[in-house]
């Protein structure tokens, strides 16, 4: 089956930094989704990606649809202190369903 | 707009006994559901997903089991917990069209003891 590699693992930032996040496959997809899960609940869409080369925003976040079609990567600009959390990347190539990556893990050191 | 609610939030069960988890959506008909699984706050497993009532498939094999009475209302139970079924289960809706993003509940912290 399809599988994502998301990286980095783990990410230890300061307050006011940006960050970047990256998802990888080794096959293509025709849908990218960026997720956030903060503490105990739920992951929430942050951004969906239907289009190679595709580049959305939403707020501080920007997200890009790799014109390979096997790649999207997540930027936050000034990161905040609730921007802290776990960002998931999900890939879609047909309505089999989605293929999660293992998890950005955002931490803002003090 | 869509809602959907997940319940309850967190449960300690003993091994052995039987579980009910509920689902359900609100603003919306005939979507398609889905219960994952999240082992250690990462990496979401699909369990089961369904695109109508009484339409249930399978992703993984294992102790649990789903079932979807209502439209809007997707049950995951098991006759016999084990140590392993212990996790955080998240509800899961989406359109019923391709490409659908999909939108989660708050998740069961659920602890076999």
């Known amino acids: 089956g399809q599988q994502l590699n998301q990286s980095p693992q783990s990410m230890f930032i300061q307050e006011g930094e940006d960050v970047s996040m990256n998802c990888t496959s080794s096959s293509i997809f025709n849908t990218w989704l960026w997720y956030k899960q903060d503490p105990g609940e739920g992951p929430v869409l942050l951004i969906a990606?239907?289009?190679?080369?595709e580049l959305t925003s939403n707020g501080r976040l920007t997200a890009q649809f790799g014109i390979t079609r096997k790649d999207s990567f997540l930027n936050i600009s000034a990161s905040i202190p609730s921007d802290v959390g776990i960002y998931f990347c999900?890939?879609?190539?047909?309505?089999?369903?989605?293929?999660f990556g293992k998890g950005t893990h955002l931490i803002i050191q003090p | 707009s869509q809602t959907i609610h997940q319940w309850p939030a967190t449960l300690v069960q003993p091994v052995g006994s039987p579980l009910s988890l509920e689902c359900t959506v609100e603003?919306?008909?005939?979507?398609?559901l889905y219960w994952y699984r999240q082992a250690a706050g990462r990496g979401l497993q699909l369990l089961f997903y369904s695109v109508g009532i009484g339409q249930i498939s399978s992703e993984v094999p294992q102790n649990l089991s789903a079932s979807r009475p209502q439209d809007r209302q997707f049950i995951l139970s098991s006759k016999k917990l084990l140590l392993s079924d212990s996790g955080f289960y998240l509800c899961?809706?989406?359109?019923?069209?391709?490409?659908?993003?999909?939108?989660f509940g708050n998740g069961t912290r659920l602890t076999v003891t």
């Open positions: 899961a809706w989406s359109w019923d069209s391709p490409y659908s993003p999909l939108h």
């Open positions: 990606l239907y289009k190679a080369g």
């Open positions: 999900a890939g879609q190539l047909d309505a089999d369903g989605l293929t």
């Open positions: 603003g919306t008909s005939n979507p398609n």
